[in-house]
């Protein structure tokens, strides 16, 4: 393909490519050739992939375009994508970014990907912190991705090879897992559209397990047109996962254009205050008045319990970690060290096969749970988690959709704060809310500050997703961000 060509095909968005392709003006072997081509060019510099599968994307390429002729396809089908590597790919590396799963390929798919189509056309497995653990992808055991603003600075996490590839162009778009922001944070610093569903929206079925009350598969796109389609692929009830909701899935196009004339918009103050850099606050504050002159009606509202939500996040979530984790010992998958006997190449493997972080949230968790502690942990967070969702409960009687910060910086320099858990936790401080009271929520680029992204979060109440897609569409419409390329 000439060069202008894959110019132009690199320029679009993931729906104006479905449907240059459904036109037959171009076709779904040429998009994987084209994202071949990217990748190929720059994953040398954004380390966005553990695993690449250039053959594979061309062979289930060739079989959309077959399939196209002989009926049709649904829409996003032709589109490659990259998948965060938690998530289950039959056959194909699946490594959770950890030593412990270097050689494992599972035997099946997840659900969210055969929704998608039985030919999804991937273009590789995307990296992430170990086990979804992290803020930074620094956690990864195959080195840190990068963001394609500034090589230099992090993409944000877990998902942030997921957020580097679509920014950098290796695919129009990816699935991540969003368990404390980890869809929405590397959204925000590297400049695209994050968005986690209602807990239960999508099967989890297939992904493997960080905190199994909290994880949830979410898109990542180059606009918010394109996370409604890809919502649309993925979405649905699936009787294999026991926390997938049988609720009706509606069109998730249908509503995207309506505006915000009289939406109800209210702005989290607790999560516009300390802590928050000041050109992040301007960006935010500047996208509410936007929305304000497109018509909606905006006011403060007050989430008190929020402030809390990052201790009782980082309770339930590593107790939930001690138990999850418990599976990989060197016994039927993975990396397994020799030893004498059974005890020992227990505690070899997993001592060799977990990453610093990994084994820091293996140990909160299980301290929180022992016998003595439960009670003064785990039970007082779970109380915690109630109080924000009944604050959410409250907000939601007066207001359609929050507003507030994604992330309360830009992106970081990589290595300023990987020493230093507390300062690396506080990166999710606006995400994790969001998470512990199951709604949805999505990341849209607000504007620059220091001359990078600066996301805005959006969230609305259980299964009001049209809704939030359809402020969201506004938001990134009175934004002053357009989606370039990087590097």
């Given amino acids: 393909m000439a060069e202008d060509s894959r110019s132009e095909l690199l320029s679009l968005s993931a729906y104006e490519l479905a449907k240059k392709i459904e036109a037959r003006e171009v076709s779904a072997t040429e998009a994987a050739r084209t994202a071949n081509a990217r990748v190929e060019e720059v994953e040398g510099d954004v380390n966005s992939f553990v695993t690449t599968t250039p053959q594979l994307a061309l062979e289930r390429a060739e079989r959309v375009d077959a399939r196209m002729k002989n009926g049709g396809i649904k829409l996003w089908e032709s589109v490659p994508i990259a998948v965060k590597d938690v998530l289950s790919t039959k056959g194909v590396r699946t490594t959770c970014g950890s030593n412990i799963l270097y050689n494992f390929e599972p035997l099946y798919d997840a ?275 109630t109080k924000i969702i009944e604050d959410f409960r409250d907000a939601f009687s007066r207001y359609d959709v929050l507003v507030s910060p994604t992330s309360p910086t830009v992106a970081f320099e990589i290595g300023s704060k990987i020493n230093d858990p507390l300062a690396m936790y506080l990166s999710d401080i606006c995400a994790v809310p969001v998470n512990l009271a199951g709604i949805p929520s999505i990341s849209v680029p607000g504007g620059l500050s220091e001359g990078l992204p600066v996301g805005v979060q959006l969230m609305s109440d259980h299964f009001t997703e049209p809704t939030l897609l359809r402020a969201a569409r506004a938001t990134e419409q009175v934004s002053d961000f357009k989606f370039t390329l990087k590097p």
């Fill in 111 to 385: 659900s969210a990907l055969l929704n998608y189509g039985e030919d999804m056309i991937v273009v590789g497995k995307a990296n992430c912190d170990e086990f979804a653990m992290g803020s930074s992808t620094e956690n990864s055991a195959y080195g840190p991705s990068r963001n394609p603003w500034d090589l230099d600075r992090v993409p944000g996490g877990s998902s942030g090879g997921s957020a580097s590839a679509v920014a950098a162009g290796e695919g129009w778009w990816a699935l991540g897992t969003d368990t404390g922001g980890s869809v929405r944070q590397p959204a925000a610093l590297c400049g695209i559209v994050g968005l986690k569903p209602t807990y239960g929206r999508v099967s989890r079925y297939g992904l493997i397990a960080f905190a199994s009350s909290l994880d949830q598969i979410g898109p990542m796109t180059r606009d918010v047109r394109d996370s409604a389609l890809l919502l649309q692929a993925i979405a649905g009830h699936d009787p294999r996962d026991s926390t997938s909701a049988n609720v009706a899935v509606p069109d998730y196009l249908a509503e995207l254009e309506g505006g915000v004339s009289g939406l109800r918009v209210g702005v989290v103050k607790e999560l516009m205050g300390e802590g928050v850099q000041p050109g992040t606050r301007e960006t935010v504050e500047s996208v509410v008045r936007g929305l304000e002159g497109a018509g909606a009606e905006v006011g403060e509202v007050s989430l008190p319990h929020s402030r809390y939500g990052l201790p009782a996040y980082y309770i339930i979530a590593p107790a939930e970690v001690s138990s999850n984790l418990a599976r990989f010992d060197g016994v039927r998958y993975g990396l397994r060290v020799p030893a004498a006997g059974v005890h020992e190449m227990y505690r070899k493997t997993r001592e060799e096969g977990f990453g610093d972080e990994a084994k820091r949230r293996i140990m909160l968790g299980t301290y929180a749970l022992s016998s003595g502690y439960y009670d003064a942990y785990y039970a007082q967070a779970q109380k915690v988690r």
